[in-house]
């Protein structure tokens, strides 16, 4: 799960978790990246990464990117290309980081089934391929059941899937899992039961 502020992992062998771990690392070092490097301001490096990010040069929109004038600065226009190689970068580190957790834990043999993404930043375009190259197994990017009633924009959000997964735990528990509760009635009363436990 690659979200704004860090990587959480979880290991499963045989529908069981077995490791987790958090990397200090995500979405948001991505933009600081572009920030810095492009010397622009940080909102619009999130723009820059949101509507014209990748991590493959062969998925980017346009060959330049306009970059608007800050104050002591011009406008001007970069290649497309910079923002992948940024972006790229930061990704194989993150790659590279987990691959350590992996190898220190004794488990790397286990992400030989493959990996799911999730997260806001799994959308990055050419991610998954990334994590195919880097890991040399099999890897896509999850997204959450459909919700009626959810706004649409959310539906296949895999920003979402935790946030999704929680409620649907809760909606309809597992038989043998630790949350596991008698049926209530009505899903507001138990989203409104699952958030009053923090």
Not at 3 to 17: D, S
Not at 40 to 57: D, I, N
Not at 80 to 90: H, L, N, P, T, Y
Request: charge should be negative; proline fraction near 6%.
């Amino acid at each position: 799960d690659i979200g704004a502020g860090c990587t959480e992992v979880m290991i499963w062998r045989q529908f069981q978790p077995v490791h987790s771990a958090v990397l200090k690392l995500g979405g948001e070092m991505v933009s600081s990246d572009i920030a810095i490097v492009l010397k622009t301001p940080r909102p619009f490096a999130e723009m820059l990464k949101c509507q014209h990010g990748s991590v493959r040069q062969s998925m980017v929109r346009s060959a330049e990117v306009l970059l608007p004038s800050t104050g002591h600065r011009d406008a001007r226009s970069i290649s497309s290309r910079e923002i992948v190689d940024i972006m790229a970068a930061r990704y194989e580190e993150i790659f590279d980081i987990l691959e350590h957790e992996l190898h220190r834990v004794g488990l790397r043999h286990l992400f030989d089934n493959g990996i799911v993404l999730t997260g806001g930043a799994s959308l990055t375009p050419g991610l998954a391929e990334m994590a195919e190259e880097h890991f040399q197994v099999p890897a896509r990017v999850a997204k959450p059941d459909v919700v009626i009633g959810m706004p649409e924009h959310i539906q296949h959000d895999p920003g979402m899937m935790v946030s999704f997964g929680m409620v649907k735990l809760d909606y309809a528990p597992l038989e043998d899992h630790v949350w596991a509760s008698p049926v209530k009635s009505g899903i507001l009363a138990r989203v409104k039961e699952f958030f009053s436990r923090f």
